[in-house]
């Protein structure tokens, strides 16, 4: 695997730590939306609202009965950090989590990143558990990008980092996953806000490439649950 220079992965490292400490402003803000926005087809208020990622209680975990079936994903084929095609005839047979993100997002996607890492922290060891971040901003997430910011976050061979073409990517989020994304017009940006808005769900796929479960993907809560379905799926 690639890595960065050591001193710009260094700098890289600073930054996106440092904005670690703001990242709950982002989270709060992408809460809203999630339960505020109008635009029930591409927002991801539509996830929420379509029962498709599992309610909270108020202390964070799900109440949601888990490991059911929501769908399945149908096959796909993206580029790897790697320069590598990568695609669902890497992951049939597989338990994996997938996760929608961009490099340049200032709000939920940090701390997403490093929940995925602790993931891979969990499942490491296991050859049968990958995890699947697509960018939603392919445009500038090219795969030497993508191969810096895995970098950051210590990523392995089992984590796939993967872009291609935006309408695909958005298609699969939106029809597969069930998971709203949208890009925001300049003259509608909101100050402060990321150009993308995106969920922060974690998906839970099993061998079959069957939908099992929805998570946040910023709560350490939700990460026990993503946890515990995981391996149940893992067993033999």
Known sequence: MENSPPAQGAG?????????????IGVSAAAIYELSSPDSKTSTAASIEAGQSAPESKNGASEAPRLEFHGKIPSFEFTDRTGT???MKNLLGKVWVADFIFT????????????MGELQD???EDDNFRLVSFTVDPERDTKERLTQYAGVYDARTGWYFL???QDEIYSLSRDAFK????TVAPEDLEPGRDPILHSQRFVLVDQEANIRGYYNGTSRDEMKFLIEDARKL???
């Open 122 to 124: 969990e499942f490491g």
């Open 234 to 236: 893992l067993q033999p």
């Open 104 to 115: 340049n997002c200032g709000s939920t996607c940090p701390m997403m990143t490093v929940r």
């Open 85 to 87: 095609s990568v695609g």
């Open 163 to 165: 872009t291609g073409d």
């Open 12 to 24: 890289l490292r600073r930054v996106l730590w440092g904005t670690l400490a703001v990242v709950l």
């Open 179 to 182: 998971l709203g994304v949208k």
